[in-house]
């Protein structure tokens, strides 16, 4: 290690025999102190830091126990992974042990290592990812906090004080969050919260970070969970405990939620019947005329059953059913049950939104045991498609069990294909024998 300050009291203390060796060293004015250590046969790692005051104290042998330091005080040094940290605050104590290295080897110049150390008072952490050869380096990472307190063991950083995150175009607070310098995740706990902004260009040709997850939305995506955890190497964000995602009117709630910034994937998970995943999604139905006194709202399609795979590539969803293997797809006319429902939607801001609003389905297809009800009747088959342009839900079966509809008012009826016109309530019945069976009930 290095020390360099204008002034510095340097103190010792007697070692017996006629020797003395280091007690302590202060430094103001500001104090810089740079070093550099080797993990076995990897690359020197060099850090640094600073304070307008700073002292250390040597134990036995002037083997170097802590570091403090006040005023703007500052660490930079290399993580295992490469990226580049500074951790700043308004005070830092730094505690130090024998490193791996150096245990039982007697030179404890070369041994010595952080083991812990705390941040407190205005916390903020920088973090650069390595630069990869030929290659820009991802977007920094950036956390504020009030107090930190890193353990070598494990290699961990712990932010307490209303901690918070800004990874690219994710910002992330919670109550507590912990930082690995072994692999660059965070996992947060309690009273999770998340924003997904825009993706921002720096001007340099190179986006900063991927864009968010457009849930059939504009603007910013918010989540909200009970812990959270960010993986660096495959740009997942897991949000776990009664997870809710929205952006504008649609939105995803379940016990799991799986962001995939890098594929721009979203996945919700469940294990449980009584906590099914749960979505709301504006549908592009036509918006019946306000009353007067009444706001104009958009219906909207609700689903409800096991794990959802949504591609903001593709603008599709798909659910699957869950435990109960149904996956339940409300609208404002009809109920449909099936084994999977598929919905696509449109772009948002085009002629589906008014003003810019969030992405409409444009079409719904659910498949296997499908069974629909609709305005008192029944209708079962193996497929049901809906498209928003005709508002017609278009029902087929096979050979052997084509549809069937059963109707109050004209009975049970069969065919190839049954069609239900949302939009006048009629229906039709196109191909096969088109075998009907009405039961009717007259009067005395």
Do not use: C
């Amino acid at each position: 290690r290095t020390w360099h300050s204008p002034v510095a009291d340097v103190e010792f203390r007697s070692a017996g025999q006629g020797r003395v060796e280091l007690a302590s060293i202060t430094g103001v004015g500001g104090v810089v102190v740079t070093s550099a250590s080797r993990r076995g046969k990897g690359r020197p790692a060099e850090s640094r830091m600073t304070a307008d005051t700073l002292m250390g104290t040597f134990g036995p042998d002037s083997a170097l126990n802590t570091m403090t330091g006040t005023g703007h005080a500052s660490i930079e040094q290399t993580t295992a992974t490469g990226a580049r940290q500074t951790t700043s605050g308004d005070q830092i104590v730094a505690r130090f042990g024998a490193g791996r290295a150096g245990r039982g080897s007697g030179n404890h110049a070369d041994s010595v290592e952080i083991q812990s150390a705390t941040v407190e008072g205005h916390v903020v952490l920088t973090e650069q990812p390595e630069k990869q050869s030929g290659l820009r380096g991802g977007p920094p990472l950036r956390a504020t906090a009030e107090k930190a307190v890193y353990e070598r063991a494990g290699e961990w950083l712990h932010l307490t004080g209303s901690p918070r995150i800004d990874d690219g175009p994710l910002q992330l607070s919670a109550a507590k969050i912990d930082l690995s310098q072994a692999t660059g995740d965070a996992v947060a706990h309690g009273n999770v919260k998340g924003t997904l902004l825009e993706s921002r260009n720096d001007g340099s040709g190179a986006e900063a970070g991927a864009g968010p997850l457009e849930f059939g939305g504009q603007g910013p995506a918010h989540v909200v969970a009970d812990e959270a955890q960010l993986h660096q190497a495959t740009g997942e964000a897991e949000f776990h405990g009664q997870a809710r995602l929205w952006q504008q009117g649609n939105s995803i709630s379940a016990p799991v939620i799986v962001l995939d910034r890098t594929r721009q994937t979203l996945v919700a998970r469940t294990r449980n019947e009584a906590e099914p995943v749960r979505v709301v999604l504006v549908s592009a139905g036509a918006i019946a005329p306000a009353k007067k006194g009444q706001l104009t709202t958009p219906p909207v399609v609700r689903l409800r059953g096991g794990n959802l795979k949504y591609s903001a590539a593709e603008r599709k969803a798909t659910m699957r059913g869950g435990v109960d293997h149904i996956v339940v797809a409300e609208t404002a006319e009809a109920t449909t049950q099936a084994d999977q429902v598929e919905l696509v939607l449109l772009p948002p801001g085009n002629h589906a939104g008014r003003d810019g609003g969030p992405a409409q389905v444009d079409r719904m297809t659910a498949s296997g045991h499908v069974l629909i009800s609709l305005n008192g009747r029944r209708a079962t088959g193996e497929k049901l498609t809906y498209t928003n342009d005709s508002g017609e839900y278009v029902m087929t079966g096979s050979a052997a069990q084509p549809p069937q509809l059963s109707d109050p008012a004209r009975g049970t009826v069969s065919g190839e294909t049954l069609i239900f016109n949302s939009r006048d309530d009629s229906v039709r019945v196109e191909g096969g024998a088109g075998k009907t069976l009405t039961e009717t009930t007259a009067p005395r």
